[in-house]
């Protein structure tokens, strides 16, 4: 039995202890879920981010007349501050390449605060900046001071499809969390 959800929590450790500019996140206080893809098709995501808490950390949220706060979530007695989802069989299939910059990707949205907000850059789109390139061209950057560090021991795995380690494994196995959503206050 391969757990996936294992593997993936050992290689963020890795890239985390490598990578200077991941110097900010306590790996203790993510949370790494698996959930299926609706199709393996070349059109959708392969992973995703849920920050814990509203902007700057703020633990409420108004919205108009209503007050919204995040449910707390712990896992083995911490406070978790963001759940990283990674889309099942579609993020396992990917390119080795293609799977490390998808999960620095989404360790590069964490906030430098690490308050449970994602990083927001200026302007109307605060998750990826005014440029997508700039975006994915610091990730890429990223994941090659990963490379750079070197043998990277807990990537191997993202160089097997998924049906390759289910064939080499009997079968993959990983955490599942029902997703999150802000709940309003009285």
Avoid: W
């Amino acid at each position: 039995m391969f757990n996936y959800t294992e593997a993936l929590e050992m290689l963020i450790r890795e890239i985390v202890e490598r990578v200077p500019e991941f110097g900010h996140v306590e790996v203790d206080r993510l949370l790494v879920a698996c959930a299926r893809s609706r199709n393996n098709g070349p059109v959708g995501g392969y992973a995703k981010i849920v920050p814990m808490r509203f902007a700057h950390g703020a633990r409420e949220r108004r919205i108009g007349r209503h007050t919204y706060e995040m449910p707390p979530l712990t896992y083995r007695g911490r406070e978790i501050l963001y759940l990283i989802y990674f889309f099942m069989p579609r993020f396992g299939d990917l390119s080795y390449r293609q799977g490390l910059e998808t999960v620095v990707h989404e360790l590069y949205h964490i906030s430098p605060r690490f308050d449970g907000d994602i990083r927001r850059f200026p302007g109307r789109n605060f998750a990826h900046g005014v440029s997508q390139q700039r975006f994915d061209a610091t990730v890429a950057a990223l994941t090659e001071r990963y490379l750079a560090a070197g043998a990277p021991a807990a990537a191997a795995f993202l160089q097997h499809t998924t049906a390759e380690l289910r064939r080499a494994h009997g079968s993959l196995i990983g955490r599942r969390v029902p997703l999150p959503k802000p709940v309003r206050k009285g």
